[in-house]
């Protein structure tokens, strides 16, 4: 049976961690977590260390939603722990990545959501010689991709991100982050099915038999946030994966 990495997700606004639920970013508040009672970034990291953890997701809603950045807290996660830095900040272009790259980051997410053309992760692979990782982001079944002229599919998707040079596929279920619903396993099944690359779960992870079942399809990666939070994935589950 394949490994599977559990990385735990920070989503950034306004240089608060906040509680990111089925994709209503207005509705977002600060995170209440049974590990800490301050809602700080560094705060929250250190305790994601004290767990394990060596990579940490970071999605900056700021600049996702076209709203300003969190560089500062990106640039204090950076300096200040010893993760590797995987974060989406809504980039369009390669041209948007260098002032993140700047800070220190380790790899570059490329999500269907935000960005304008698959040929944007060539560019930054072979400009700056970092990982880029595709996030495909579906809600209701489809894929969510504002920017382009026409509707694509999860299979399209999965071989144009292959096709420029991703080393990860993330499967981002928005309607299910932060819902404690269950990941969608036959979304999964089916992606696994289509990529050569490892398939990174995100959205619905609720414990540690989700995690052995995502084990199980295939899955490269889990991300997760609110079963960390509310202490239903610990440090003895992580240690039996």
Same mark, same amino acid.
């Given at each position: 049976?394949?490994?599977?990495r559990v990385?735990?997700?920070?989503d +950034?606004?306004?240089?608060?961690?906040v509680?990111?639920?089925?994709?209503?970013?207005?509705?977002?508040?600060?995170?209440? $977590?049974?590990?800490?009672?301050?809602?700080?970034p560094?705060?929250?990291?250190?305790?994601?260390? @004290?767990?394990g =953890?060596e990579e940490?997701?970071?999605?900056?809603?700021?600049a996702?939603?076209?709203?300003?950045?969190?560089?500062? $807290?990106?640039?204090? +996660?950076?300096?200040e722990t010893?993760?590797?830095?995987?974060?989406?900040?809504?980039?369009?272009?390669?041209?948007?990545?260098?002032?993140?790259?700047?800070?220190?980051?380790?790899?570059?997410?490329?999500?269907?959501?935000? +960005?304008?053309?698959?040929?944007?992760?060539?560019?930054?692979?072979?400009?700056? &010689?970092?990982?880029?990782?595709?996030?495909?982001?579906?809600?209701?079944?489809?894929?969510?991709?504002?920017?382009?002229?026409?509707?694509?599919?999860?299979?399209? &998707?999965i071989?144009?991100?292959?096709?420029?040079?991703? &080393?990860?596929?993330?499967?981002?279920? +928005? @309607?299910?982050?932060g819902?404690?619903?269950g990941p969608?396993? $036959?979304?999964?099944?089916?992606?696994v099915?289509? $990529?050569?690359?490892?398939v990174?779960?995100?959205?619905?992870v609720?414990? =540690?038999?989700?995690?052995?079942?995502? @084990?199980?399809?295939?899955?490269?990666?889990?991300?997760?946030?609110?079963?960390?939070?509310?202490?239903?994935?610990?440090?003895a589950?992580?240690?039996?994966?």
């Amino acid at each position: 049976m394949s490994e599977i990495r559990v990385i735990p997700v920070m989503d +950034l606004l306004d240089g608060t961690v906040v509680h990111a639920v089925a994709g209503e970013r207005e509705k977002y508040e600060p995170i209440d $977590s049974v590990l800490t009672d301050t809602s700080d970034p560094v705060s929250i990291a250190y305790e994601f260390e @004290k767990l394990g =953890f060596e990579e940490l997701y970071i999605a900056d809603l700021n600049a996702i939603q076209n709203k300003g950045e969190n560089l500062s $807290s990106i640039d204090r +996660l950076s300096s200040e722990t010893e993760f590797d830095l995987l974060v989406d900040a809504g980039f369009k272009t390669s041209k948007e990545v260098k002032t993140y790259l700047d800070k220190g980051i380790s790899k570059i997410i490329f999500a269907t959501e935000t +960005l304008q053309s698959f040929d944007e992760v060539e560019k930054v692979v072979d400009g700056y &010689s970092v990982p880029v990782i595709g996030s495909v982001d579906m809600k209701e079944g489809e894929v969510i991709a504002n920017q382009f002229e026409r509707r694509v599919t999860l299979a399209e &998707s999965i071989r144009e991100f292959e096709d420029f040079g991703v &080393s990860e596929i993330i499967l981002l279920n +928005l @309607k299910r982050v932060g819902s404690s619903g269950g990941p969608d396993k $036959s979304l999964l099944q089916k992606a696994v099915g289509l $990529s050569d690359v490892p398939v990174i779960v995100g959205g619905g992870v609720r414990n =540690f038999t989700d995690l052995q079942e995502l @084990k199980k399809l295939g899955a490269g990666g889990a991300l997760t946030a609110t079963a960390i939070h509310n202490g239903s994935i610990g440090s003895a589950h992580l240690e039996a994966l």
